[in-house]
C-alpha cells in the first residue's frame, strides 16, 4: 500500500513537469529555419559551357579551356525540390544549339546529351553578361596574348601582278605611197630591231621615176609655179631628189619588227602595209584592282615593279590610267601603268609585282589584324579588362595591310584586345548571350549553324521529322517543345 502511494507522488510530479516544460516552450519565439534538400535525382553542381561533359561539385575553372565553371542544378523527374535559394529556370538549351530554346528538360535532339537550364540571374545585368572570365594562370597556359589599339599612319597600297604590255601608242606601220616593186628588203625577220632612219626597203616605182622627170623638166623651164607643183608631187609620192627609179623605205622610230608583210620582189600598192614596228624605250604594265581598293588609285599616282628574273631591282613608274568599266566577274578594276623601259629590261608578256601607292591616312585607330573576328554577320574584337575579365566589342573594320586593319568605330586607343585564343572566349560569350544583348547578331555558333544548316539541310530536314513525331508521340519521361 505504500510502494503504491509512492508511486502515484512520483507520477503526479513527473505529469506536472512534463506541462510545464510544455508551457516554457509554448510561450518562447517560433522561429522557422528553411534547409535546403535536393534528392538523389537531383542535385547542384558546376560544368562548363564549352565543355558539358566537365562536371564538378566545387567551383572553379574548365581543366580543358579554362573557362569559369557555371552552377548548374539537375531537375528531378520525381518529387520536388525544396531549397530556400531554389532557382527557377527561365528555359532550357543545348550547349552546342544555345539560340534553340525548350521550356522543358530532357534529351537535346540535335545532340546525345541532357539540355541545360537557363536562369533569370544569369541573364541580370547586360554588363556582367557581356563578360567573360579565365583564371589568369589558365589564360597563360592556353596562351592568351593581347596587344594595345594604337593611334598611326595607315599607308593605303595596293599589291597585284600585273602583265607587261606594248604602249600602243609607240606602234608605227610602215607603208608604200607609190605603186612599184619591192627590188631589196633590208629586214629579213619578225623581231628584227630596227634604228630610227634605217633604211627597211629599196622600191622599184616607174610613177617616182615619171615624177622626178616632171620636176626635172620645170627646173629646165624656170616656172616656178610648176617647179612647186612638181616637187609637191614628189614630195606625196615619198621620193627625193635626182633621176633614179628607186626610193628608199626608211624607219620612222626605233623598235623591233612586230609584223612583216611583205617580202622581197613583191609588188606593192599605195597605202599598202609593209611591215610594223613598236618602240620599247616605253612600256606599259595592266594590273587588275580589288574593287574594295579601286577608290584609293588616283591616275598619276606612282607605282613599283620588280621581276622575278632581276632580283632586288625595283621599277619605278606612275599610274597612266583607270579604265571606266568594272570587271564583274572578277570584281576588280584595270588599270594601265607606265614604265620607262630604256634598257629593254621589261618585255612584253613578262609577269611583275606591282605596288600602288594610294597616299596614307594619318591619327587613325590601329589593331592586329588577327585581333578581329569575322563571322559575316558582325565583326567583334575581345576587349581585356585585366584580372581575368574579357568582353566582346562590336566595331567597324575598315581597310587592312601589313597585319593591320583599321578600326573606324566601336573601339578606343589604349584599349587592350585579345591576338591569340580569343576564339574560346568568342564561343563563351555567345552561349552566354553576350550578342544578342549588344544587338549585334546571334554569336559565332550561329553563324557556324547557318552555313551548317546551308550545308546539310537534308540532314537537318530530317531531323526535324524525327522532332515533329517525338512531340506526337512523347517518350517515357519528359516531353520537349520549343518555346515561340
Known amino acids: 500500500m505504500k510502494t503504491r502511494s509512492v508511486l502515484a507522488v512520483v507520477g503526479v510530479v513527473a505529469l506536472f513537469g512534463a506541462g510545464g516544460w510544455w508551457l516554457a516552450q509554448s510561450e518562447a519565439p517560433h522561429k522557422h529555419q528553411l534547409e535546403k534538400r ?56 543545348d550547349p552546342m544549339r544555345p539560340d534553340q530554346h525548350f521550356d522543358k528538360p530532357g534529351k537535346s535532339p540535335f545532340m546525345d546529351m541532357e539540355l541545360v537550364p537557363k536562369y533569370a540571374d544569369e541573364s541580370a545585368g547586360a554588363a556582367s553578361a557581356t563578360v567573360v572570365e579565365i583564371d589568369p594562370r589558365m589564360a597563360q597556359n592556353l596562351g592568351l596574348r593581347i596587344a594595345p589599339a594604337k593611334t598611326g599612319t595607315f599607308w593605303q597600297r595596293v599589291d597585284a601582278v600585273g602583265s607587261v604590255a606594248l604602249d600602243e601608242r609607240r606602234i608605227v606601220t610602215v607603208e608604200s605611197r607609190a605603186a612599184g616593186w619591192i627590188e631589196k628588203l633590208d629586214v629579213r625577220a619578225e623581231g628584227d630591231v630596227v634604228k630610227q632612219g634605217q633604211r627597211l626597203a629599196a622600191l622599184y616605182s616607174p610613177e617616182l621615176f615619171a615624177a622626178r622627170q616632171e620636176l626635172k623638166l620645170a627646173e629646165a623651164s624656170g616656172d616656178a609655179a610648176l617647179v612647186k607643183a612638181s616637187q609637191q608631187r614628189l614630195r606625196l609620192l615619198g621620193g627625193g631628189a635626182g633621176a633614179s627609179s628607186q626610193s628608199g623605205v626608211f624607219a620612222p622610230a626605233s623598235g623591233f619588227v612586230m609584223e612583216l608583210m611583205a617580202r622581197e620582189g613583191a609588188q606593192i600598192a599605195p597605202g599598202m602595209p609593209l611591215m610594223k614596228l613598236a618602240d620599247l624605250s616605253q612600256v606599259w604594265l595592266l594590273v587588275e584592282i580589288p574593287e574594295v581598293q579601286a577608290g584609293w588609285i588616283k591616275e598619276g599616282r606612282s607605282a613599283e615593279a620588280r621581276l622575278k628574273s632581276l632580283p632586288g631591282k625595283v621599277f619605278e613608274g606612275r599610274v597612266d590610267y583607270l579604265y571606266p568599266q568594272l570587271d564583274t566577274m572578277t570584281r576588280t578594276l584595270k588599270a594601265r601603268l607606265v614604265f620607262d623601259n630604256a634598257e629593254g629590261a621589261l618585255r612584253p ?11 596614307a591616312q594619318r591619327d587613325v585607330l590601329l589593331v592586329p589584324t588577327e585581333a578581329v573576328i569575322r563571322t559575316g554577320t558582325r565583326t567583334v574584337v575581345m576587349v581585356a579588362e585585366g584580372e581575368g575579365r574579357y568582353r566582346p566589342a562590336h566595331v567597324e573594320a575598315g581597310p ?85
Request: include cysteine; proline fraction near 5%; charged fraction near 20%.
Open 38 to 93: 535536393v534528392n538523389s535525382e537531383g542535385k547542384t553542381y558546376y560544368t562548363c559551357s564549352m565543355h558539358p561533359q566537365v562536371r564538378q561539385d566545387e567551383p572553379g575553372s574548365c581543366p580543358i579551356c579554362g573557362m569559369k565553371l557555371t552552377q548548374r542544378t539537375e531537375a528531378p523527374t520525381g518529387g520536388m525540390v525544396t531549397s530556400g535559394a531554389e532557382k527557377k529556370p527561365l528555359y532550357w538549351y
Open 400 to 484: 587592312e595591310r601589313d597585319g593591320e586593319t583599321v578600326i573606324l568605330s566601336g573601339l578606343e586607343a589604349g584599349q587592350n584586345v585579345v591576338v591569340s585564343g580569343q576564339f574560346l572566349i568568342d564561343s563563351e560569350a555567345s552561349l552566354l548571350g553576350a550578342y544578342q544583348r549588344m544587338g549585334a547578331g546571334s554569336g559565332m555558333s550561329e553563324g557556324m549553324q547557318s552555313v551548317e544548316e546551308m550545308k546539310d539541310k537534308p540532314a537537318m530536314e530530317g531531323m526535324s521529322d524525327m522532332r515533329q513525331k517525338s512531340e506526337m508521340e512523347p517518350m517515357s519521361g519528359t516531353s520537349m517543345e520549343k518555346t515561340p
Open 349 to 359: 608578256g613578262m609577269f611583275a609585282d606591282v605596288t600602288l601607292f594610294g597616299g
